[in-house]
């Protein structure tokens, strides 16, 4: 069982930056890839970003170049840095862990990232 908090989100302007964090606790966190993702309003949750246990990383072509996904195992904790952020990015971004050993899912209960215009 894993357990996962996010922190990090806000409102912003567009142009600017944020960093969310996604602490997780109950289990051994290398033994996960981590993901972000996000839930705008009236729409699907959609990938924006993973990284797996060796640190290979994946991106949403909508955020690519913008946003870096990283991970410190030391520290149970995976991060979003999200750069030149613009209003459609606004969205509750959520945490994923998937375990590399059953493909089970954990999820945290989302951070809410606003972007005004």
């Known amino acids: 069982q894993v357990q996962l908090v996010e922190s990090g989100g806000g409102l912003v302007q567009a142009g600017g930056s944020l960093r969310l964090s996604c602490l997780a606790s109950?289990?051994?966190?290398?033994?996960?890839?981590m993901g972000w993702y996000r839930q705008a309003p009236g729409k699907q949750r959609e990938l924006v970003a993973t990284?797996?246990?060796?640190?290979?990383?994946n991106y949403a072509d909508s955020v690519k170049g913008r946003f870096a996904i990283s991970r410190d195992n030391a520290k149970n904790t995976a991060y979003l840095r999200m750069n030149s952020l613009k209003p459609e990015d606004t969205a509750v971004y959520y945490c994923?862990?998937?375990?590399?050993?059953?493909?089970?899912?954990?999820w945290g209960k989302g951070t809410l990232v606003t972007v005004s215009s």
């Open positions: 994923n862990a998937r375990s590399i050993l059953n493909g089970m899912d954990y």
């Open positions: 109950g289990s051994i966190f290398s033994l996960f890839s």
């Open positions: 990284i797996t246990s060796g640190s290979y990383t």
